[in-house]
């Protein structure tokens, strides 16, 4: 069972059109981190969102973390070739499990030139 | 290059044979975790050490898997008697306490 849910698990959109993924839970997390991973290679942290309501700018990617902080959105304007991988979600409960991470499947980007 | 490193970054074995990976963490992070990724799926927690002490092992983790720290620096992971299912990218990460972590490149490990 994935605490993470992750939507759409494929996306697929041409150059310059703008997108967002979600990542949901019926759990709380203290935090919660966007990795994106490229083929072979491991996950490369984009950014941890920590307050309920946080919003978070990385040039033309932008994350949201839900009030109740069990869900978040990353949106990207203009999508570029460059943006192509596997975007991934991961909660981090501090509480229970002292620091390990649960991510969700992932969604997969594919930006056509 | 002051990242996470693994090695090998990939291992092709025989069904029943002992394979041994090895992470070096980031210098300054005390906390390291082994996670398993396979195909279409997310990172799944393997085991995770604060310095030379191995806190928690998840039931993933069966007695055929054995993950040592022994000066807490470098951290290996041991998979005895190979099955097909082990099939999977193993990957490190560290941290500082409750910072975030920062994963390697990943071992690729196939059996056959």
């Known amino acids: 069972t994935q605490l993470l849910e992750q939507s759409p698990q494929f996306l697929s959109i041409q150059e310059g059109e703008n997108l967002t993924v979600y990542c949901n839970s019926s759990?709380?997390?203290?935090?919660l981190q966007w990795y994106r991973q490229e083929p072979g290679e491991g996950p490369v942290l984009l950014v941890t969102v920590v307050t309920g309501g946080e919003v978070k700018k990385l040039k033309r990617l932008t994350f949201q973390f839900g009030d109740a902080r069990k869900d978040s959105s990353l949106h990207i304007t203009a999508a570029q070739p460059g943006d192509t991988g596997l975007y991934l979600c991961?909660?981090?409960?501090?509480?229970?499990?002292?620091?390990?991470?649960?991510f969700g499947r992932g969604t997969q980007l594919t930006v056509w030139p | 290059d002051t990242g996470v490193s693994q090695d090998p970054r990939h291992k092709i074995t025989k069904r029943g044979q002992n394979v041994t990976f090895r992470c070096d963490p980031i210098s300054e992070h005390n906390r390291l975790y082994w996670y398993r990724q396979t195909l279409g799926q997310g990172p799944e927690f393997l085991t995770y050490f604060q310095n030379e002490a191995q806190l928690e092992k998840s039931r993933l983790l069966s007695d055929r898997f054995s993950a040592e720290r022994p000066k807490g620096s470098f951290s290996t992971l041991e998979i005895q008697r190979t099955e097909q299912g082990d099939s999977a990218m193993y990957l490190c990460?560290?941290?500082?306490?409750?910072?975030?972590?920062?994963f390697g490149p990943g071992t690729r490990l196939t059996v056959l």
């Open positions: 990460a560290s941290s500082l306490l409750w910072d975030e972590q920062f």
């Open positions: 759990s709380v997390f203290s935090s």
């Open positions: 991961a909660g981090d409960d501090r509480g229970s499990t002292l620091g390990r991470l649960y």
